[in-house]
């Protein structure tokens, strides 16, 4: 773990961006380390990896979901995960819900939204979030709260293009405040960032940088 490079990414973070410490793959004893130096908002792509690591830490971290997320997978951090960024279909935003009810609580959301030139990364297109948001079923949705937006580049190492993909988010985040969330103050985040590219998308508005493999180190996927 490079805690250096940590605390220099913290320093460099200007008022309203939330650093988001991306575990994913990363052993318990990591994210101690970092809860003792004093981070609390830690990341997770796989459900039952983040169960069974919230199960064994400390109880005031704030438990981000960032990966896809699959329904029948959504009862293993319902109960109590901070924040879902990746709310990709209508459908998994109902399912989210109906577990929120059942948990007795309001879940916190974000939408996420294809911004790449790629075809692997999940997300609403504006069309299909449009849909989501004028059907008489959204607003009946009384567990899941609407935080804001959320996507990721390409992975390129233009950083042109990807500054122009963040321009994007932040353009769709502010027609949707315009035009859906314009009385609601929670709609306020902008869920942007990762390790190679957290700068511009601080430059471009983020308001949550998603961090991993530059605090924590590379990531060992066959282990
Ligand atoms: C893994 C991951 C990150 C962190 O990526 P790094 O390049 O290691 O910083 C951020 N966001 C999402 C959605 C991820 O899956």
Redesign the pocket.
């Known amino acids: 773990m490079n805690i250096e490079k940590y605390d220099e990414i913290r320093a460099s973070l200007p008022a309203g961006v939330c650093l988001v410490a ?1 575990s ?1 793959f990363k052993p318990a004893e990591d994210i101690a380390a970092l809860y003792q130096h004093g981070q609390r908002v830690f ?1 997770e ?1 796989h459900a039952q990896e983040m169960k069974a690591k919230h199960e064994v830490l400390p109880q005031d971290i704030e438990w981000h979901f ?2 896809h997320l699959q329904t029948n997978k959504i009862k293993y951090i319902a109960p109590y995960v901070s924040l879902i ?2 709310i990709d279909s209508f459908d998994l935003l109902k399912e989210v819900n109906k577990h929120a009810v059942k948990n007795n609580r309001v879940i916190p959301c974000l939408l996420q939204f294809h911004i790449a030139d790629e075809e692997t990364k999940f997300g609403f297109t504006f069309e299909e979030c449009e849909a989501m948001l004028n059907d008489p079923g959204f607003i009946e949705l009384k567990n899941v709260e609407i935080h804001g937006v959320m996507g ?1 580049a390409t992975f390129t190492d233009n950083m042109e293009q990807v500054r122009e993909e963040f321009q994007h988010l932040h353009q769709i985040f502010q027609e949707l405040k315009n035009i859906y969330f314009a009385q609601n103050p929670d709609f306020k985040e902008i869920s942007m960032g ?3 590219d957290y700068p511009i998308a601080i430059e471009e508005g983020s308001t949550l940088i ?5 605090i924590f180190g590379p ?1 060992n996927y066959n282990v």
């Open positions: 991306v994913k990341g792509n960032i990966g960024h990746s990721m990762m390790s190679e998603r961090i991993g493999s530059a990531r």
